[in-house]
């Protein structure tokens, strides 16, 4: 890449995504900047935090990539944690699956990888599961992190520590470019100013807005509407995994339930009486006596998605932009494999060769002409 090594790196975008890879910049001695719109609508923020690519039934190269994020993830966030002074909340806690049926069970993509559970069993992992459930998977693999407490806040307090610069309330408005090259960014900033920075890097990395940035990408938003439930401490200890439906306790009892999956709402804001709805059905067909439990948050958040419901990572036909972005529901997963592979193609560090390969199927050129 062409540009100095004094001349920062921009992040577009101050969501989990951009957090993490300004932390893994700046450790290692870049100079970064993140213009961050609003925190608080970020895909990394909204999320239930669950590191499960064997219950989402993955296949293929994504699974590959994600399998890859979750043996990271550990050592990761340890680094985070000492970095921050945070606890992130990471929780190898298992997920079960249920399903009606042995067959069902043993058609489920990632059936190899978990373990089975006749409906003795699943009583066992899951006391008060509904009826209907006769055979299950429990992925002792997958668990959680408290992405929407805590992650976030520790990467952007060791972001801080690390010298990282923060627009918050900052719009991008136009990428300035030649048909080849970066040559800034033109952005609203928390006073309203439009102001242009010469940078000639950016990783891209706005979730579901990324389009309205970077017109070339196909990417749009799938809207997901979540509540939180307080249950007695303990009640659930590992996550419930439906279809349509999952429930996450978190350490001090709150559970967190989502989500609905809605395409065609755009990026219409706010909750609805049909989503709310078909997350209490949800409830009740998994673990019928958590709708008795108090009721705590309900919130909304919008997941980028592409059309094979795969990131978009690596570069774009713009030199000195980067994408990071389209991690539909696995996000907070892969924002571990994000960040270093992304650093280590824009510091031009070294990717072994099967990574290498892996990432290139993830890259803009699966979609077009790069
Ligand atoms: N990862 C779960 C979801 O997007 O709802």
Redesign the pocket.
């Known amino acids: 890449m062409a540009s100095s090594t004094l001349e920062p790196l921009t992040i577009l975008g101050g969501g989990l995504m951009g957090l993490a890879i300004a932390y893994e910049l700046a450790k290692q001695g870049r100079k970064v900047e993140i213009l961050s719109r609003r925190r608080s609508e970020a895909a990394g923020f909204v999320?239930?935090g669950?590191l499960a690519p064997h219950a989402e039934g993955l296949e293929g190269n994504l699974l590959k990539l994600c399998q890859l994020s979750l043996d990271r993830i550990p050592k990761w966030i340890e680094q985070i944690e000492a970095d921050s002074g945070i606890q992130c909340g990471l929780k190898n806690c298992g997920i079960v699956v249920p399903f009606a049926s042995n067959l069902e069970r043993d058609l489920y993509p990632t059936a190899p990888f978990g373990i089975n559970l006749t409906r003795k069993e699943l009583d066992h992992e899951i006391p008060g599961l509904a009826s209907g459930w006769e055979a299950g998977l429990l992925f002792k693999q997958d668990g959680q992190i408290d992405n929407r407490r805590r992650l976030m806040r520790a990467l952007e307090k060791a972001c801080v520590e690390l010298g990282v610069h923060f627009q918050e309330g900052a719009e991008v408005l136009e990428l300035i470019h030649n048909c080849q090259e970066l040559k800034g960014i033109k952005m609203r900033n928390a006073n309203g100013e439009i102001e242009t920075l010469y940078h000639r890097e950016a990783v891209l990395c706005s979730g579901a807005w990324s389009r309205q940035i970077f017109k070339s990408i196909p990417l749009f938003p799938v809207k997901?509407q979540m509540f939180s439930l307080q249950g007695p401490k303990g009640a659930l200890q590992r996550i419930l995994f439906g279809p349509g439906t999952y429930l996450v306790p978190r350490e001090d009892g709150l559970i967190v339930v989502?989500?609905t999956s809605e395409k065609e709402a755009g990026f219409n804001s706010g909750l609805t009486p049909s989503g709310q709805r078909k997350l209490k059905h949800g409830v009740k067909a998994l673990l019928p006596e958590a709708n008795n439990w108090p009721q705590m948050e309900q919130w909304w958040g919008f997941?980028p998605c592409t059309p094979d419901k795969k990131p978009l990572l690596g570069p774009s036909e713009l030199n000195g932009l980067w994408l990071a972005t389209g991690h539909y529901?696995?996000g907070v997963l892969l924002s571990a494999i994000t960040a270093e592979l992304l650093s280590k193609c824009i510091l031009e560090k070294q990717i072994n060769f099967y990574e290498k390969e892996l990432l290139n199927t993830f890259t803009l050129k699966r979609f077009i002409k790069l």
């Open positions: 999320a239930a669950m997901g989502g989500a997941r529901r696995n």
